[in-house]
Every structure is written in structure tokens, then in C-alpha cells.
């Protein structure tokens, strides 16, 4: 692979990485996984997690993606013999991939919607909130005005990767993170200044260990995989960019820092302005689209503050085209059928795909009464790819790192480009060879007896 593309600065590589990382994880996942597990609680085990199971698979991904030139496919392909169980690791990316794919367009299908309302002043202050209150079933549940936007989210994300790596992916994120950041700062800072604002502060970072059960802690290190980006191909992928002066420690750090930092930015913005206002928090995928409109109604400024605010959004889910990247990359090397119909073939897949999320999302849409496992269809499709399909790669790639390829292995190519403190000592070895595989191995498990 002497050919192969490379990462234009390191700056571009921790942005886009941090951008595919963060997505609408943090700004549109996080705030509802919150809701759902009493707040402080679910930050401290997702801040846990993400410090003891994630960022050492995070740096395992990419460091093999940097060993091999390849993506998951033909990576551990290079790896393994033929029929080894690791190289499933590949293919459970790509499945992945499209999944989170195939809702989140959904998603970002809604963000624009409620970014064209909010130019229009939907939002603006005093808006008669007896009017926002059935917008979000309306909107969610209208199949075919909802489907052009989806269709439109998932054409963008496909002309951004078709731009190529660098004038694409790169240059994009490389803007647009610093202003997904200031821009979600200015937001918490004016949340901060609410009356009794100080209450949804408490209530985001004051752990209430009560809450802290089995659950909760499935759901933070689903999170954790979900917003590091664990087991997706994209990680595989970008590393597979790198040299080997790149400093895959400092650069995951930083990376990681950026999305806790994003996460905990967003909470600030969304819940004190929530309590400053005496607003349910809804424990639901629909708590931004349900709650933030009535915030804006009663900020002076509103029309100004909602158009940002989702637009700000936008920004974060489309600088997760990276996921896109990752898919493309990975079947463009092992199919060879060139860059451009390997695109089409996932974007058509993806767009297929998102039609069973987006009949079933909202509460009257065609199959929303349909329940799998007593859950929606949306919300299946949620659970099967980050309590199934990532934490079964992780598990591999965990198992294989550990025992296969080897610690010392692992901390020779790691170290690669590494300096100071940011090093593979012998202290990880225990993280490395038995707390993260029996951490992800435990969770699964749990997680699938719970289900049944």
C-alpha cells in the first residue's frame, strides 16, 4: 500500500477523528442517555468506562490500522490465518457502520427540519408553547415530508466523502470542530446564567450512587463505545492513514478529551435551561427535539439561539461522515470495485435501511405499534448495534490484542512516534491482557441475559 492516502496534518487527523468520535453522540445521545440514568450517575460510570475500557481499544484500533496499511477486512486478513474467528472483527465493523448509519440519518434527517423551523421563527421567544407541544409527533411521524430530508442528509455525507480524504473529510472537520465547540460553549455559558440553573448543574454532575445499577452501567459503556467511535471500521481506518511518527497515545487523548469535554458542554447547555424553566426531562431519543423549543420560547433571543443550536447539530452529525469514511475505506480495499461505486452501494444500502427507523420513529408513524423485544423498531436497531454488534467486535479485538498479537507487541507498535509520558508502560499490561476483555466480555453477557 505505498500509494495509500495520508492524513494532511495532525491537527486534520484529531479533528476529524474527534468529529466522527463526538457525531451527535454527545450532543444528541448523551443529553437522553442522561435523562434516562439519573445524570450524575451515568457521567461518572461513562467517564469510568470511557478512561478504563474505551480509550484502551480506541489506541488498539488505530494502532492496528496503523500496523497493517489496511482497513478491519483486509487488516486482519494480514493478521490471522484463514478461518481465524478474528477476522470477524472487520465485518462486524462494516455491519456496524451501516447500522448506526441506517438510524442516525433519521436523526439528521430531523435536525434539519427543525433547523429550516427555526429560520422561520418557530422557536423564537414567546412562541405559544401549547403549539410545540405536539410538533415533535408530528414531524417525526410525517414518513414521506421526513424521507426527502433523509434522503438529503445522507447525499451530503456522501458529497463530503466523495470530495476525497483531505479536500473532503479533513478540511471540513478541521473547521468545523472549533465551531461545534465555541458555539456550544457560548451556549452552556448562557444556560449557566439562568435562575436556578444551579439545580441542573447539581443534578448533571452530583453522582446519586442510587441509581448506579447493572443497566446504567450497560448503557455507559454502550455510550462508551458509541461516542469513542469502538469497533465501527472508522478508527481501523484512520489509523491506517497514520505514519509512524504519529503519536497515537497524546492524539487519542486529546481526542477523547474533546468528546468528554463536548458531552459535558452539552449537558450544561441543555439541562440547567430545563430546570431553569421547570421543563420534564423527557427520558426518551426525542429529548432534544422536545425540549430544547420550549427552552428557546422562553429565551429573549430565541429565534437567534435555536437556529444555532441546531445547526450547531448539523455540524456534529455531518462531521460524523467519518463513519461513512470508515465503511467506504474498508469494502473499497477488499471489493476493489473503485471508490466511487463502493460509496454508492453503502449510501444506497444506508438509505434502504433507514426506512424501517424512520416508519417506526414517531409515536403515529405506519410501525410504530410494531415491538421487538418491547422495543420500537428504532430503538432495536439502536440496541442490536451498541449493546450486540460493537461490544462483540470490542470483545475480539480486545481478546486478540491480548493474547494474539501480543502485549509486548502491542506496546512496541504503539509507541511508535510516542514520547514523554504518553508511553505503553508495563502498568497496562494488566489493563490490556485481562480488565478490558473481561470488562467488555462481562458487560455483553449481561447485557444479552437482561434482554432475554
Given at each position: 500500500?505505498?500509494?495509500?492516502v495520508t492524513w494532511g496534518s495532525r491537527l486534520?487527523?484529531?479533528?476529524?477523528?474527534?468529529?466522527?468520535?463526538?457525531?451527535l453522540g454527545a450532543i444528541w445521545r448523551f443529553?437522553?442517555?442522561?435523562?434516562?440514568?439519573?445524570?450524575?450517575?451515568?457521567?461518572?460510570?461513562?467517564?469510568?468506562?470511557?478512561?478504563?475500557?474505551?480509550?484502551?481499544?480506541?489506541?488498539?484500533?488505530?494502532?492496528?490500522?496503523?500496523?497493517?496499511?489496511?482497513?478491519?477486512?483486509?487488516?486482519?486478513?494480514?493478521?490471522?490465518?484463514?478461518?481465524?474467528?478474528?477476522?470477524?472483527?472487520?465485518?462486524?465493523?462494516?455491519?456496524?457502520?451501516?447500522?448506526?448509519?441506517?438510524?442516525?440519518?433519521?436523526?439528521?434527517?430531523?435536525?434539519?427540519?427543525?433547523?429550516?423551523?427555526?429560520?422561520?421563527?418557530?422557536?423564537?421567544?414567546?412562541?405559544?408553547?401549547?403549539?410545540?407541544?405536539?410538533?415533535?409527533?408530528?414531524?417525526?411521524?410525517?414518513?414521506?415530508?421526513?424521507?426527502?430530508?433523509?434522503?438529503?442528509?445522507?447525499?451530503?455525507?456522501?458529497?463530503?466523502?466523495?470530495?476525497?480524504?483531505?479536500?473532503?473529510?479533513?478540511?471540513?472537520?478541521?473547521?468545523?470542530?472549533?465551531?461545534?465547540?465555541?458555539?456550544?460553549?457560548?451556549?452552556?455559558?448562557?444556560?449557566?446564567?439562568?435562575?436556578?440553573?444551579?439545580?441542573?448543574?447539581?443534578?448533571?454532575?452530583?453522582?446519586?450512587?442510587?441509581?448506579?445499577?447493572?443497566?446504567?452501567?450497560?448503557?455507559?459503556?454502550?455510550?462508551?463505545?458509541?461516542?469513542?467511535?469502538?469497533?465501527?471500521?472508522?478508527?481501523?481506518?484512520?489509523?491506517?492513514?497514520?505514519?509512524?511518527?504519529?503519536?497515537?497515545?497524546?492524539?487519542?487523548?486529546?481526542?477523547?478529551?474533546?468528546?468528554?469535554?463536548?458531552?459535558?458542554?452539552?449537558?450544561?447547555?441543555?439541562?440547567?435551561?430545563?430546570?431553569?424553566?421547570?421543563?420534564?426531562?423527557?427520558?426518551?431519543?426525542?429529548?432534544?427535539?422536545?425540549?430544547?423549543?420550549?427552552?428557546?420560547?422562553?429565551?429573549?433571543?430565541?429565534?437567534?439561539?435555536?437556529?444555532?443550536?441546531?445547526?450547531?447539530?448539523?455540524?456534529?452529525?455531518?462531521?460524523?461522515?467519518?463513519?461513512?469514511?470508515?465503511?467506504?475505506?474498508?469494502?473499497?480495499?477488499?471489493?476493489?470495485?473503485?471508490?466511487?461505486?463502493?460509496?454508492?452501494?453503502?449510501?444506497?444500502?444506508?438509505?434502504?435501511?433507514?426506512?424501517?427507523?424512520?416508519?417506526?420513529?414517531?409515536?403515529?408513524?405506519?410501525?410504530?405499534?410494531?415491538?421487538?423485544?418491547?422495543?420500537?423498531?428504532?430503538?432495536?436497531?439502536?440496541?442490536?448495534?451498541?449493546?450486540?454488534?460493537?461490544?462483540?467486535?470490542?470483545?475480539?479485538?480486545?481478546v486478540f490484542v491480548a493474547w494474539k498479537f501480543?502485549?509486548?507487541?502491542?506496546?512496541?507498535?504503539?509507541?511508535?512516534?510516542?514520547?514523554?509520558?504518553?508511553?505503553?508502560?508495563?502498568?497496562?499490561?494488566?489493563?490490556?491482557?485481562?480488565?478490558?476483555?473481561?470488562?467488555?466480555?462481562?458487560?455483553?453477557?449481561?447485557?444479552?441475559?437482561?434482554?432475554?
Amino acid at each position: 500500500m505505498s500509494e495509500r492516502v495520508t492524513w494532511g496534518s495532525r491537527l486534520g487527523f484529531i479533528m476529524t477523528t474527534a468529529g466522527f468520535a463526538v457525531g451527535l453522540g454527545a450532543i444528541w445521545r448523551f443529553p437522553y442517555m442522561m435523562s434516562k440514568n439519573g445524570g450524575g450517575a451515568f457521567l461518572l460510570l461513562y467517564l469510568l468506562t470511557t478512561l478504563c475500557v474505551g480509550f484502551p481499544l480506541f489506541i488498539a484500533e488505530i494502532m492496528l490500522g496503523r500496523v497493517t496499511r489496511h482497513g478491519g477486512i483486509l487488516g486482519m486478513r494480514q493478521l490471522t490465518p484463514p478461518r481465524s474467528p478474528f477476522r470477524l472483527m472487520g465485518w462486524l465493523g462494516i455491519a456496524s457502520g451501516i447500522g448506526i448509519l441506517s438510524y442516525y440519518s433519521v436523526i439528521l434527517a430531523l435536525l434539519l427540519v427543525y433547523f429550516v423551523k427555526s429560520l422561520g421563527g418557530a422557536f423564537a421567544y414567546g412562541t405559544d408553547l401549547a403549539a410545540l407541544s405536539p410538533l415533535f409527533d408530528v414531524t417525526s411521524s410525517s414518513v414521506g415530508a421526513l424521507g426527502l430530508y433523509v434522503l438529503m442528509a445522507i447525499v451530503l455525507m456522501g458529497g463530503i466523502i466523495r470530495a476525497g480524504l483531505k479536500s473532503g473529510l479533513e478540511r471540513a472537520c478541521k473547521y468545523l470542530m472549533p465551531v461545534l465547540l465555541l458555539f456550544l460553549g457560548i451556549l452552556a455559558v448562557r444556560s449557566l446564567s439562568l435562575p436556578e440553573a444551579e439545580k441542573g448543574v447539581a443534578w448533571l454532575l452530583k453522582p446519586d450512587f442510587s441509581r448506579i445499577d447493572i443497566q446504567v452501567a450497560l448503557d455507559a459503556l454502550g455510550h462508551t463505545f458509541f461516542a469513542v467511535g469502538i469497533g465501527v471500521s472508522t478508527a481501523f481506518v484512520f489509523g491506517s492513514y497514520l505514519n509512524e511518527q504519529s503519536n497515537i497515545i497524546a492524539d487519542a487523548l486529546i481526542i477523547i478529551a474533546i468528546n468528554a469535554a463536548v458531552a459535558v458542554l452539552a449537558g450544561l447547555a441543555i439541562f440547567p435551561a430545563m430546570y431553569a424553566f421547570g421543563l420534564t426531562k423527557a427520558a426518551g431519543t426525542g429529548l432534544v427535539f422536545e425540549t430544547m423549543p420550549a427552552v428557546f420560547a422562553h429565551l429573549p433571543g430565541g429565534w437567534f439561539l435555536s437556529a444555532g443550536f441546531f445547526f450547531l447539530l448539523i455540524i456534529s452529525g455531518f462531521a460524523s461522515a467519518g463513519l461513512v469514511e470508515g465503511v467506504v475505506g474498508t469494502l473499497d480495499e477488499a471489493w476493489k470495485l473503485g471508490r466511487n461505486k463502493t460509496l454508492f452501494l453503502v449510501l444506497a444500502t444506508v438509505l434502504l435501511l433507514s426506512l424501517p427507523p424512520l416508519l417506526s420513529y414517531g409515536a403515529h408513524a405506519p410501525w410504530a405499534s410494531i415491538r421487538l423485544w418491547d422495543r420500537s423498531i428504532f430503538v432495536f436497531a439502536e440496541y442490536v448495534v451498541t449493546a450486540l454488534l460493537m461490544p462483540v467486535g470490542a470483545l475480539l479485538m480486545s481478546v486478540f490484542v491480548a493474547w494474539k498479537f501480543g502485549f509486548s507487541r502491542f506496546a512496541e507498535e504503539t509507541n511508535k512516534g510516542a514520547a514523554g509520558c504518553c508511553r505503553v508502560t508495563r502498568n497496562w499490561k494488566p489493563f490490556i491482557v485481562a480488565v478490558v476483555p473481561c470488562a467488555v466480555g462481562t458487560i455483553l453477557l449481561l447485557g444479552i441475559l437482561i434482554s432475554l
